[in-house]
């Protein structure tokens, strides 16, 4: 039998407990989702783990794997708490649902649904069909939030789409031909903190050749992501820092010309126009990059938003007044949340659909 929850608060605890395990894994996850797990026996946790590395044991492997000698005798009796749906087909590892019925779990407790489309649901009918008592949508919303990257990446075929922007306090992103930097440097160091959390990085032509950025991860631990930028005019010289062959760099043109022999440096002909993005979404799809930052300028930016292709947005209103330049894009965005970092406002909304 599958039913929802009715929340006690012990539960949502305990769901929560998952959920700060899952975080742990952020950044090296990637495409799979942030996992956590919980094994309670009466009042007493015998095991947690969570899903550590992409290709790697999941959390339920994990948590089962954690559990001491002495305590294993107990794993039947025990509820299982997982942040998200258990897996049921063999991918980069076992099933995580064959698992739970060799452990003879009885009591399995989850919050939100896998919408992979061989799991979606399916994970939850193996076990329910031997008899785990199976009880869904504990603290269900933050569940999906855990995986919203995922839940886009499968549903929507393309990238979770992260926006990311600085505003002069007069509403401007730069000035034309001009480097300009805005935001303070915990604020830059939070921004690195991102880079090492998503798949790909890109900019628009304008904001490689008037600010020569390095694109990488310099200011945290982590990796540096993918760095994409269009090229569509041939216009980004050789010395320039995206071209220093040290990250892996796409470079997006329409006729797979190549105007560098940089290592890690890729060439890639897209279509200009309506299909760009959605090509550009497809490639990245093939290379398995679940998150995109999109970190300006205005003209990029304006075309992921005018087309609907965004998600998050996290915009930074600093103190300095530019006087005049290049408008910051328009987003109407929802469920706002404001942060301080020292004197910049930093504000996340999400799009409608999100
Ligand atoms: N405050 C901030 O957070 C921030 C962030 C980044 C940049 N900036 C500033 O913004 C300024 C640059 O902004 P910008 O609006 O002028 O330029 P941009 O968005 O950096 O680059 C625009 C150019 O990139 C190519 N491009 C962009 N979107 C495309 C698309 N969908 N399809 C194909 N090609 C596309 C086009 O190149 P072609 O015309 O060659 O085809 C376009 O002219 C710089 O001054 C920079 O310092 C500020
Ligand atoms: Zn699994």
């Known amino acids: 039998m599958i039913t929802d929850a009715l929340e006690t608060i012990n539960d949502s605890l305990e769901m929560r407990r998952c959920f700060d395990l899952a975080r742990i894994g952020k950044g090296n996850v990637n495409p799979n989702p942030m996992v956590g797990s919980l094994l309670l026996y009466h009042q007493m946790v015998i095991g947690e783990g969570y899903h550590q590395q992409f290709g790697g044991n999941h959390a339920e492997v994990n948590c089962f794997n954690s559990v001491i000698t002495k305590n294993r005798p107990k794993i039947p009796d025990s509820t299982l708490f997982v942040s998200l749906e258990p897996c049921c087909f063999h991918g980069?590892?076992?099933?995580?649902?064959?698992?739970?019925?060799?452990?003879?779990?009885?009591?399995?407790?989850?919050?939100a649904i896998d919408k992979t489309p061989n799991v979606n649901g399916k994970g939850l009918k193996i076990l329910s069909a031997e008899n785990v008592k199976v009880q869904t949508s504990f603290l269900e919303k933050t569940g999906n939030w855990f995986v919203r990257n995922r839940t886009v990446f499968v549903t929507k075929k393309r990238p979770y789409i992260i926006l990311k922007f600085a505003i002069s306090k007069d509403g401007f992103l730069g000035k034309k031909d001009k480097k300009i930097w805005l935001t303070n440097p915990i604020s830059k160091r939070l921004v690195h903190k991102w880079r090492s959390?998503?798949?790909?990085?890109?900019?628009?032509?304008?904001?490689?050749?008037?600010?020569n950025p390095n694109l990488n991860n310099r200011?945290?631990?982590?990796?540096?992501?993918?760095?994409?930028?269009?090229d569509f005019h041939h216009k980004i010289p050789n010395n320039s820092h995206l071209?220093?062959?040290?990250?892996?760099?796409?470079?997006?043109?329409?006729d797979e010309q190549k105007f560098s022999s940089a290592p890690n440096l890729d060439y890639i002909s897209l279509p200009k126009g309506p299909s760009f993005l959605p090509r550009l979404f497809d490639k990245l799809v093939e290379a398995n990059i679940d998150t995109l930052l999109v970190e300006g300028g205005a003209?990029?930016?304006?075309?992921?938003i005018e087309a609907g292709f965004w998600d998050e947005a996290r915009v930074f209103k600093t103190n300095r007044t530019l006087g005049d330049g290049i408008p910051a894009p328009i987003l109407k965005g929802q469920n706002e949340v404001i942060e301080w970092?020292?004197?910049?406002?930093?504000?996340?909304?999400?799009?409608?659909?999100?």
């Not at 959390?197 to 600010?211: K, Q, S, W, Y």
């Not at 200011?219 to 269009?230: A, F, K, T």
């Not at 040290?246 to 329409?254: A, M």
């Not at 003209?299 to 992921?304: P, Q, R, V, W």
Request: with cysteine; hydrophobic share 35%.
């Open 299 to 304: 003209h990029l930016l304006n075309s992921f």
């Open 243 to 254: 071209k220093d062959g040290k990250t892996p760099t796409w470079i997006l043109n329409g």
């Open 219 to 230: 200011y945290h631990y982590g990796s540096s992501p993918l760095r994409i930028v269009p």
């Open 92 to 111: 980069k590892t076992p099933a995580c649902s064959d698992l739970i019925i060799n452990k003879k779990v009885k009591d399995l407790r989850i919050s």
């Open 197 to 211: 959390e998503v798949g790909a990085i890109m900019v628009g032509t304008n904001t490689a050749l008037t600010d």
């Open 341 to 354: 970092i020292g004197q910049d406002q930093l504000t996340f909304s999400y799009s409608e659909e999100g």
